[in-house]
């Protein structure tokens, strides 16, 4: 019998030339989180409460050079724990048109260094059929890591 889920973890590695709080800020501050998680699509919906057990909601349209042009995707989210300027833990699932294909827990930390700020973001997921996949959903957060350098002011 083929497995319905696929689980992985993945850990992406990301080096910021400004301190940890600066880092923390453009995930914490819902305008500027917004300017830069969402770049590759058109956002219809955005709602943010970041605090622990609070909830982030977004919805978009993906863009035409994504692998699903046209389709909505949304993101539920409820954060499970926060130390300011140090480390963001959240759960989230993710919908594909009307599929839900995904539930994961990620964990952001953000460690000061010599050069600014080291951030390892750690994804355990689950991923159901018609899903995007281990390899796409780290490509995916790679290039929304690399827009949060745009994002740090």
Do not use: C
């Amino acid at each position: 019998m083929k497995p319905s889920v696929t689980h992985a973890t993945f850990t992406i590695e990301r080096t910021y030339p400004a301190a940890p709080e600066r880092v923390f800020a453009a995930f914490a501050d819902p305008v500027k989180k917004r300017r830069w998680f969402r770049e590759s699509s058109a956002p219809e919906d955005f709602e943010m409460d970041f605090r622990a057990g609070g909830m982030e909601r977004s919805r978009s349209i993906l863009g035409p050079d994504t692998p699903f042009p046209g389709v909505a995707v949304t993101n539920h989210t409820t954060y499970q724990d926060i130390v300011p300027g140090r480390r963001i833990v959240f759960a989230y699932t993710m919908t594909l048109g009307e599929q839900r294909i995904s539930a994961s827990l990620a964990t952001v930390e953000l460690l000061a260094s010599a050069r600014g700020t080291d951030l390892l973001f750690t994804e355990q997921a689950a991923f159901f059929e018609g899903a995007d996949g281990p390899q796409m959903r780290k490509d995916g957060w790679t290039q929304l890591l690399e827009q949060l350098a745009h994002g740090i002011e």
